[in-house]
């Protein structure tokens, strides 16, 4: 619920109507969180018995939102916490923005008439987000390493940490899960770059992706940046998932391709 009305809470200009269908859907998602969570079985939430998982891709998405509302506040009622963020942004988007850099692709959703300020709040926000889910990447990546992830009491279950894998379906459940784990990160590593080139394709014949209200903004550059590292982030899991299952065949005595599981 926070994270979803933070935007138009810290941002001033949003009517009544918005600020009712905000409430709506941030008690919608908190509903739903709710229930994935204290119910039994399975339903759409991944890695749900598996923490940190889910705490770092929140948090992630938590502090891109945070940051990218903060910068746009500056533009409307400058503080002193505001103008930082601005000026850190600023710094971040123009570091990043070179050519074929995913921030330099990212001001291709604009239109082609856009004015500098607009490519300039896009680069900043762009540049910042992707900064956010690099250095939230790296976190999880750590946290895998130092806490052995998923180091669970009572061993991993896939039904309920994946409830969309079937552990049953043809095929040996490694080799699925290290070719799910290498298309998750494949396609996490290029959808920064592909996202762009499809709005920019999807809009020919429509009017173009103006960016200029702050709250368009935040959630674009939000869900642009945080699809890819959460893509990245499910890739790494299941390979991580994958290895520890090879690892416990190899304990318990099973040997690779001879098609017989321990009783």
Do not use: H
């Amino acid at each position: 619920m926070v994270l979803i009305a933070t935007p138009s809470a810290l941002l001033p200009g949003l009517g009544s109507d918005g600020k009712q269908m905000v409430a709506l859907i941030a008690l919608f998602a908190a509903a739903l969180t709710f229930a994935e969570y204290k119910t039994t079985y399975p339903g759409l939430v991944e890695f749900r018995d598996a923490p940190p998982f889910n705490r770092i891709r929140f948090m992630i998405l938590f502090i891109t939102v945070f940051f990218l509302t903060v910068i746009e506040k500056a533009q409307v009622t400058p503080t002193t916490l505001s103008t930082l963020f601005n000026a850190l942004g600023i710094m971040v988007g123009n570091a990043l923005d070179f050519p074929y850099s995913p921030v330099r692709l990212a001001k291709l959703m604009l239109a082609d008439d856009a004015s500098e300020a607009q490519q300039m709040a896009v680069a900043t926000a762009a540049g910042m987000a992707y900064l956010i889910s690099l250095l939230g990447l790296m976190v999880f990546v750590l946290v895998l390493k130092l806490q052995s992830w998923p180091n669970q009491v009572g061993g991993f279950n896939v039904w309920v940490n994946l409830p969309t894998f079937d552990p049953t379906a043809s095929g040996d459940i490694v080799t699925r899960l290290e070719r799910d784990a290498r298309l998750n990160v494949a396609f996490g590593f290029l959808l920064p770059f592909l996202i762009p080139a499809v709005v920019k394709i999807g809009s020919a014949g429509f009017e173009p992706l103006t960016l200029t209200s702050p709250q368009t903004l935040i959630w674009t550059m939000t869900a642009w940046s945080f699809l890819p590292c959460s893509l990245l982030m499910r890739g790494i899991a299941m390979s991580k998932i994958a290895t520890m299952i090879r690892a416990k065949r190899r304990t318990e005595g099973v040997e690779e391709g001879s098609g017989y599981l321990p009783a």
